[in-house]
Nanobody, 118 residues
Framework: VQLQASGGGLVQPGGSLRLSCAAS????????IGWFRQAPGKEREGVSC????????YYLDSLKGRVTISRDNAKNTVYLQMNSLKPEDTAVYHC????????????WGQGTQVTVSS
């Protein structure tokens, strides 16, 4: 299982980013895929997960209303749309296989840096 996150960057507070998670060597259709983030000096924090069976989703409470996870199985990609970004959203975001509840992650690849700053 190889997953590659992309789409991060520098954005001003209040801005938006869409992160992408591409799979290689396997088909995403059979896996729940999610995102977690890790900021320097902080614990890893689960952000979201989308199931494979019925498309049900999980979101970190503090991010509800600001992030949307979606999947395009035809493109073998999962997306995380993030709006109204805040400086405290700054972190490296990783995509991974996941399950919930509780929210657990496994098999993640290299992350993408999101920096929210003016």
């Amino acid at each position: 299982v190889q997953l590659q996150a992309s789409g991060g960057g520098l954005v001003q507070p209040g801005g938006s980013l869409r992160l992408s998670c591409a799979a290689s060597g396997f088909t995403l259709d059979y896996y729940a895929i999610g995102w977690f983030r890790q900021a320097p000096g902080k614990e890893r924090e689960g952000v979201s997960c989308i199931s494979t069976v019925d498309g049900s989703t999980y979101y970190l409470d503090s991010l509800k209303g600001r992030v949307t996870i979606s999947r395009d199985n035809a493109k073998n990609t999962v997306y995380l749309q993030m709006n109204s970004l805040k400086p405290e959203d700054t972190a490296v975001y990783h995509c991974a296989t996941c399950s919930f509840p509780p929210l657990l992650f496994a098999s993640w690849g290299q992350g993408t840096q999101v920096t929210v700053s003016s």
